[in-house]
């Protein structure tokens, strides 16, 4: 079955984001430090010890939540699969949610956040490409859906 240009952009860029997921957030569970020197993670000096605390925390729970669910959601999207759409629906979410909160804490503690400025024009676009792709996707989905939730195009 041919499928749909929009289907390949949910798939394709939700493997691109699964793959940045897992160096980023995955790997920074088991080595925070080499992350942090990869670039994929913010310095203490950027964001303190209580915001590296919680970088920590994103990495766990994205790890353990949003991986899984997002992994879920392509092969199940892929195969054809009922539990496929829920489970992209619920990661597109989180694909949503995630970038609202970094933005704001970026733009509410500039004191507190020490970004480097650079990352200060990368992260808003980086961020709202997420954010568009979520939106995106779960519209997509949504349109494309059949009357029992057994499918998408």
């Known amino acids: 079955m041919k499928r749909p240009f929009g289907f390949w952009i949910v798939i394709g860029f939700g493997m691109l984001l699964l ?9 920074a569970v088991l080595d925070f430090d080499l992350v942090v020197a990869m670039g994929l993670q913010e310095t203490i000096g950027e964001i303190g010890k209580v915001g590296t605390a919680f970088a920590k925390g994103f990495a766990l729970a994205d790890t353990i939540v949003y991986v899984p669910l997002l992994l879920l959601g392509i092969v199940g999207l892929l195969k054809n699969k009922k539990w496929g759409y829920p489970a992209m629906m619920i990661s597109l979410g989180i694909t949503v949610y995630w970038p609202v909160v970094h933005l704001y804490a970026i733009y509410i503690e500039r004191e507190a956040i020490n970004l480097d400025p650079q990352k200060y024009f990368t992260f808003p676009v980086t961020l709202t490409i997420l954010m568009i792709y979520g939106l995106f996707g779960m519209w997509y989905l949504y349109q494309n859906q059949t009357d029992s939730n057994e499918k998408v195009n």
């Open 19 to 27: 793959v940045f997921l897992l160096l980023g957030q995955s790997l």
